[in-house]
């Protein structure tokens, strides 16, 4: 097996599941539950997609299929993006939510960038020098921070929906989510540009883990959870186990460097 980093390993186990889910139940997991009820061949594309993340998460974990599961992965998530969330962008530009949406692909998109970096041959780094090594890291990264501001927008674009999912026993509901969105903000940018990007990569894994762990997981637990917010939940999972990837992708570095000065894979 070929194990680079903690996220890497719940990062495929993570798709492993949503395939899992996928073939069982016959529908789109709630990540990827996007594409228009009349779009073409849609029952196919279910067990299609069901089948790309099962068999992609599995080829992660494995040394001799590592490259060629990141490599499809990227494609996928790429070919997801272009299909499905940059014309939701085109159709309504000044609505914020299809930002958001645009930025839960993103995340996936970045971390598997981050793999396919890592794990790519010898030709994918002669063929496509822009997507490997360390410039493929540092693209990835910019995707992740764009991400975490378009999360921190809709903090306040839906500041209504926000305030009401901090736990009850948390004082200052309106509080805490201005200030959870300032700190996607403050993380997104701070990975833009490079300044305490590793310390804001880490931080971000936190709050999307704290997230799922203190809002969904009482809920499922509890056994009151509602249909909408199991998906929520599966969200919020898959997001944790990418941006974990993509925080992995700064080990090596200073917590506190202005710049990165160490290169951006595990194998360096």
């Known amino acids: 097996m070929r194990i680079a980093s903690v996220g890497h390993a719940l990062f495929a186990a993570t798709l492993i599941a949503l395939g899992i889910y996928g073939l069982i139940s016959g ?13 073409l061949t849609r029952e196919a594309l279910v067990y299609l997609c069901a089948a790309v993340t099962l068999l992609c998460g599995s080829g992660l974990l494995f040394q001799r299929t590592a490259g060629t ?9 790429v070919l997801w993006m272009v299909l499905f969330k940059v014309p939701q962008i085109v159709q309504a530009p000044l609505v914020e939510g299809t930002y958001q949406n645009w930025g839960e692909i993103a995340v996936l998109l970045a971390a598997s960038w981050v793999l396919y970096a890592w794990f790519a041959g010898a030709w994918d780094r002669r063929q496509l020098s822009f997507a490997t090594g360390d410039e493929g890291v540092r693209l990835a990264r ?28 948390l004082p200052w509901h309106v509080g805490w989510a201005y200030f959870t969105g300032a700190t996607y903000l403050a993380g997104g940018v701070a990975i833009l540009i490079g300044v305490y990007a590793r310390l804001a990569a880490a931080l971000s894994v936190l709050q999307i883990g704290l997230f799922t762990v203190l809002v969904w997981t009482p809920l499922m637990a509890a056994g009151v959870i509602t249909p909408g917010q199991r998906e929520e939940f599966v969200y919020s999972w898959a997001l944790t186990a990418a941006a974990w990837v993509v925080a ?14 160490r290169r951006g894979t595990p194998f360096a």
């Not at 529908?27 to 009820?37: G, H, L, T």
């Not at 499809?72 to 998530?77: D, G, H, P, R, S």
């Not at 200073?254 to 990165?260: C, G, I, V, Y």
Request: aromatic share 20%; glycine share 4%; proline share 8%.
């Open 248 to 261: 992995d992708s700064y080990r090596g570095a200073p917590w506190l460097a202005a710049t990165l000065r």
């Open 142 to 169: 910019a995707v992740y921070g764009l991400a975490l501001i378009a999360f921190g927008l809709s903090h306040y674009a839906y500041l209504e929906l926000t305030a009401p999912l901090v736990p009850a026993w």
């Open 69 to 77: 599961a990141s490599r499809v992965l990227f494609a996928y998530f």
């Open 27 to 39: 529908k789109f997991a709630p990540i990827f539950d996007e594409v228009p009820k009349a779009f």
